[in-house]
Nanobody
């Protein structure tokens, strides 16, 4: 079992930056790919980014490429989603995920953290 806890969400102005963190518990953390999804009000949940279990391979949704960087620190069982040049349309609840499927690991989900970008 893997438990995921997100942090770092908040309110930021358009053009600003935020860094989300996802702390994982469970002995098998290092075996899983990690990812982020988001869901805006009235919208479907969508894939944002993922990083493989080695921390080498990454995948990004086209809408965030060049603005978001995902990294993982296996020693701390944590992944980080650095978001820059934020836009109002990035406003959503962001969910951390873990799993064995690639590039969208979806076996385990966190509770989510709210990101609000004001224009």
């Amino acid at each position: 079992q893997v438990q995921l806890v997100e942090s770092g969400g908040g309110l930021v102005q358009a053009g600003g930056s935020l860094r989300l963190s996802c702390a994982a518990s469970g002995r098998t953390f290092s075996r899983y790919a990690m990812g982020w999804f988001r869901q805006a009000p009235g919208q479907e949940r969508e894939f944002v980014a993922a990083i493989d279990w080695r921390g080498i391979g990454t995948a990004y949704a086209d809408v965030v490429k060049g603005r978001i960087t995902l990294s993982r620190d296996s020693a701390r069982n944590t992944v980080y989603l650095q978001m820059d040049t934020l836009r109002a349309e990035d406003t959503a609840i962001y969910f951390c995920t873990a799993g064995r499927t690639w590039p969208q690991p979806v076996d385990y989900w966190g509770q989510g953290t709210q990101v609000t970008v004001s224009s």
